[in-house]
């Protein structure tokens, strides 16, 4: 018996990486998975990996950035699996760069796939979970705002403080719908930072000394199964609150 057993968890951005990391450690606690994200091809990948764990998953494309693909993804996810008991907002766009370089039509496109889409999922998602006697949702934030030097980072960090600011609400909000609405601010090898790494080796190693445990989490094991922890039964009384996944490097106190 998993920890999640008869739940149903819609994670976007689930075709690869820190996403995908998730889904593989929420369908191993018995979860019923909606692998969302915009390439078929890799959800698809991703739901035959999880019907070898024993779990169901469908897959559904979605552009976070466009409303009526979100609306969409969430009917899909009702009709095909049965509701909805679990949101993990994981898909963002991001735009790395000195402010003085950086396309303000970039900016809205960050915005667009990271907090107008937190919220959007969040607002379709809340009826569904509300009638299924609560939920929990996990919204993939960063510690970028809270870096030593934040140069390069601003507006990823500024549409990632707007998600933080929005899983408190939703958690003061909704806590009387029994939904608890959470953080995670990860440090995982993704796709991306796989290859930032190996292009870069003598940075890499450099921001690997800043991490307390020394290095770079593992996507499934390190962060997946910590949101396995913050969606189940162990963390009922846990809202509003922010996760550190990033082996001790920011202080966010």
């Known amino acids: 018996m998993g920890t999640l057993d008869g739940k149903i968890a819609l994670i976007t951005g689930a075709g690869q990486g820190v996403g995908q990391g998730i889904a593989f450690a929420l369908a191993k606690e018995g979860a019923a998975i909606a692998v969302v994200g915009r390439t078929e091809s890799k959800l698809v990948d991703t739901c035959e990996a999880i019907a070898g764990f024993g779990s169901r998953a469908v897959p559904i494309t979605c552009d976070v950035s466009d409303g009526d693909q979100i609306t969409a993804a969430v009917a899909a996810t009702v009709e095909q699996l049965g ?6 907002n994981n898909a963002n766009q991001n735009a790395l760069g000195a402010l ?6 970039r900016m809205e496109k960050v915005f667009a796939t990271g907090p107008v889409a937190t919220l959007r999922l969040m607002q379709a998602c809340h009826p569904h979970m509300k009638a299924r006697g609560g939920g929990a949702i996990v919204n993939m934030i960063s510690s970028a705002a809270v870096r030593w030097d934040t140069s390069g980072y601003g507006v990823y960090a500024a549409a990632k403080e707007a998600m933080r600011s929005l899983t408190r609400t939703a958690a003061s909000e909704w806590g009387v719908d029994a939904i608890r609405v959470n953080a995670v601010a990860p440090h995982a090898l993704s796709p991306g930072l796989k290859w930032w790494t ?6 890499a190693a450099e921001f690997v000394k800043t991490i307390p445990l020394g290095r770079i989490g593992d996507c499934e094991q390190d962060i997946g199964r910590a949101v396995a922890f913050l969606v189940g039964p162990d963390a009922r009384y ?9 082996g001790g490097q920011a202080r966010w106190c």
């Open 198 to 203: 190996e292009t870069n080796p003598e940075e």
């Open 238 to 246: 846990l809202t509003g609150a922010v996760m550190p996944l990033d």
């Open 100 to 105: 003085l370089d950086i396309d303000p039509h």
């Open 83 to 88: 509701g909805v008991d679990i949101l993990v």
